[in-house]
């Protein structure tokens, strides 16, 4: 800190206009030191960071903070209308892009109302940034107006999280927590700001910190060649092969390595329900999702298969089913990212830790160096076994129904999208399911949707995000009417901005899912899934300045959709009112095995399909 | 079985927090836990007693090292080590029984290091079974107060646990 040199802080663009005086200076680059409030500092290092929008609500703690953000353009601030909007819509701009969300919050019921956002966002390992105000320093503890203890509340749905004491401390915090939240296995870090630090009565010199190394945070940059060569020789072994890939291909950018190694192979692939999107859903090697929910052929090819290769993928209990009967005859190979992952619900036979965009690339090296090949035969009666199961046709659904069946909504949703340059996101239910099922995606980030921790009220604010990160993409959220109802108030937002989404609500007058497990488990008694006081979702949307439209019969949907998606600058809610006795199937019954799948009744029993 | 695991830590605000929050978020078992700073004051050193299966401790090992805050850790028990722990305990010492418990404290090589006419506290260190041997040996009608410090424990040889 031997020179420093103050010059004035001038808004936007924050320019030094005196070059020759620096170089006059021995020994110094002509690398001005700028003088900044801690407000000032949060704004310039969120631009340093290159971020475009932040997600937000003020509040008394960050007011500092947004008075520096009125007085610089290049952050665009998106005011939501509540907080776990904010981090959803941080959340989806994050998946859709790859960059991470950032999200400004105040202290107290602003931190509180994130905290579903930060969770759904580590469940799911995607990269946001939050900021919260605190009290200001000398009160912390004291139980002060708005007072929480956020870095309490958030550590265990965090990957880090920090509180800032000082404000020397603010701009190289900054840069971990994008640093942190970025590399390894992403996911959100919060920043905890007191609101004495961003005082704006107080300078201090503010130069960006480009680089950031951490002794106690080295994430691995690939994987242990021998193990690599391990897995090689498993696959030249395999007779019956299987591949299953999870959300880790996507937020790894490793769609181009996985559809290589599939194809370079041959072998059969499933997508995990954050994992869809990573292979392109029509291609044949395709054996669409897998688990709970997942394709007859994708379930029993995982349970027959002998060789299992997971990519990127964490062994949920909502893929694994009863892990006791998980892939009982595999030797299975894991390439993760994060070391705890493997090994944790499966023990797994080789273990390659490292980021599987370099590990795919490496195995398709090793793979194509091999004398040996792919025992093409065996391949050849797996396939004929597989395509015997896909045969059985587990999506069927009656086609000649007089209501609109929920599949036959996502299938002409997909009709209507498919050649456009199409995200869709989607809320909890059996909606997700639906259009998980139904929805062909070729591309990975285009469907964006809260996997693991399942949080209602995902879907609207996170296509806030994914529309602003591509706002020349058409936007979709299919969700249901329990979901949509608790983030609601996000429509105005919508309507601020501008953000033309069609949303696609399949309307069935019920909690889907939990009518469809109280019809199976609990003797029809439908306790409490019932919304018998639904508003007029029509009226509802033009309330707040959208266009609504309601849907009653099968021959109306593709017209109408067509007429929706074709107002390419308004919001268009869909109350597609759909069959409330559907069910979503196949289905594997918390507990139970990969073969033992209810079917849709229409099917005979599974004994009788073997 | 039993593992004792050191772990070096960034002397960070709420580093301690990040693992007990870890342990009962993920269901391990803590038997004790110690931490104090190192001769760099920027790492901490915590000295972990846990028990488990191999499978889960080796989640818990796994767990440990995801924390951003940690910047070495090792399982001790996989290899020759040794292990002390500190307890003061304040006994009953009147007449009739001082002279015994200033005895007792002299075969376990422990120290006397507080006097009065009704009880001594006596400062002992060794693995946790001399301690509980000590305590059973007084025995709970002469003992009025025990304070342990947990296990610490380094591994044997050259090699050293740092950055």
Same mark, same amino acid.
């Given at each position: 800190m031997q020179y420093q040199y103050f010059a004035r802080f001038r808004y936007s663009p924050l320019i030094i206009h005196f070059p020759g005086f620096f170089a006059a200076i021995p020994g110094h680059a002509e690398v001005p030191v700028v003088e900044l409030t801690g407000a000032e500092i949060v704004v310039q290092a969120l631009k340093d960071e290159g971020v475009e929008y932040v997600f937000g609500y003020p509040g008394g703690a960050v007011l500092h903070i947004y008075d520096a953000i009125f007085r610089e353009d290049a952050i665009k601030h998106i005011l939501v209308r509540h907080e776990q909007g904010a981090t959803h819509a941080a959340d989806g701009y994050a998946r859709a892009t790859g960059r991470p969300g950032v999200v400004l919050v105040t202290s107290g019921p602003g931190a509180t109302n994130a905290v579903t956002g930060i969770a759904t966002a580590h469940m799911d390992s995607i990269p946001l940034v939050v900021l919260t105000g605190q009290v200001p320093t000398p009160v912390i503890g004291s139980d002060a107006f708005q007072e929480v203890d956020t870095v309490g509340i958030t550590r265990p749905c965090v990957k880090h999280n920090f509180l800032v004491k000082r404000r020397e401390e603010l701009a190289e915090t900054i840069r971990k927590a994008f640093y942190i939240a970025t590399t390894g296995r992403p996911g959100p870090v919060v920043v905890d700001i007191p609101k004495d630090v961003t005082d704006p009565n107080v300078k201090i010199p503010y130069e960006h910190v480009k680089k950031v190394t951490m002794r106690s945070y080295n994430p691995v940059e690939k994987g242990h060649p021998g193990q690599v060569r391990k897995a090689v020789e498993l696959m030249l072994a395999a007779e019956r092969p299987m591949i299953y890939t999870g959300g880790g291909v996507v937020l790894g950018d490793a769609s181009d390595e996985l559809t290589e190694l599939v194809r370079l192979s041959g072998f059969p692939v499933t997508n995990t329900l954050m994992g869809l999107g990573a292979y392109p859903a029509s291609d044949r090697q395709f054996l669409g999702m897998l688990g709970m929910h997942g394709t007859y052929e994708a379930n029993m090819a995982m349970h027959e298969c002998d060789v299992l290769i997971a990519i990127g993928a964490r062994f949920d209990d909502r893929v694994t089913g009863k892990v006791a009967h998980f892939c009982p005859n595999a030797k299975i190979v894991h390439v993760d990212? *994060?070391? !705890? !992952?493997? !090994?944790?619900?499966v023990k797994v036979d080789v273990p390659i830790v490292g980021p599987v965009k370099r590990v795919m690339h490496d195995m398709v090296n090793v793979l194509r160096e091999q004398k040996s090949a792919i025992n093409k035969e065996a391949l050849g009666r797996w396939w004929e076994r597989i395509e015997g199961w896909r045969r059985v *046709?587990?999506? =069927?659904? *009656? =086609?000649? !129904?007089e209501r609109i069946k929920p599949q036959f909504a996502v299938e002409t949703l997909y009709k209507v999208t498919r050649d456009q340059d199409f995200y869709l996101t989607s809320d909890v239910g059996q909606h997700q399911m639906f259009a998980a099922q139904f929805y062909k995606f070729e591309?990975? =980030?285009r469907w964006i949707n809260s996997g693991g921790l399942g949080t209602m009220g995902f879907g609207l604010p996170s296509a806030m995000g994914v529309q602003l990160a591509h706002p020349e993409a058409t936007v979709a959220c299919v969700s249901g009417e329990a979901s949509i109802?608790?983030?609601?108030?996000e429509l105005a937002t919508c309507k601020q901005y501008h953000l033309p989404i069609k949303v696609v609500l399949l309307n069935n007058g019920y909690m889907g899912m939990v009518r469809q497990w109280q019809e199976f488990f609990y003797g029809g008694r439908y306790s409490h899934s019932y919304l018998d006081s639904l508003p007029d979702f029509v009226g509802l949307a033009q309330s707040f300045g959208h266009v609504g439209m309601r849907i009653e019969k099968p021959a109306d949907l593709e017209g109408a959709m067509r007429e929706a998606f074709g107002m390419k600058d308004r919001l268009v809610f869909m109350d597609v009112v759909v069959d409330p006795s559907e069910n979503v199937y196949p289905m594997i019954e918390?507990?139970?095995? $990969? $073969?033992?799948m209810y079917l849709p009744p229409q099917l005979s029993t599974e004994s009788e399909l073997a | 079985m039993r593992h004792i695991i050191s772990i070096l830590l960034e002397n960070e605000a709420g580093a301690l927090s990040r693992v007990a929050g870890l342990f009962s978020a993920r269901g391990f078992n803590i038997e004790s836990l110690t931490v104090a700073p190192t001769e760099d004051p920027s790492l901490s050193r915590m000295t972990l007693v846990t028990s488990g299966s191999e499978d889960v401790i080796e989640q818990i090992m796994k767990q440990l090292n995801k924390l951003i805050d940690t910047v070495k850790l090792v399982d001790l028990s996989e290899g020759p080590h040794i292990e002390r722990e500190l307890m003061l305990i304040k006994v009953r010492a009147e007449k009739g029984t001082r002279d015994e418990m200033k005895r007792l404290a002299d075969i376990f090589r422990a120290h006397i290091v507080d006097v009065t006419d009704a009880s001594y506290i006596v400062e002992m260190t060794g693995d946790g079974d001399k301690l509980d041997a000590f305590i059973g040996i007084v025995g709970p009608d002469h003992i009025i107060e025990v304070v342990r410090s947990g296990p610490l424990a380094i591994a044997r040889g050259s090699r050293g646990l740092t950055v």
């Open positions: 990212i *994060d070391p !705890s !992952s493997i !090994s944790k619900n *046709d587990c999506l =069927r659904y *009656d =086609r000649n !129904s591309k990975p =980030r109802l608790m983030c609601i108030q918390a507990g139970k095995g $990969h $073969h033992e | -």
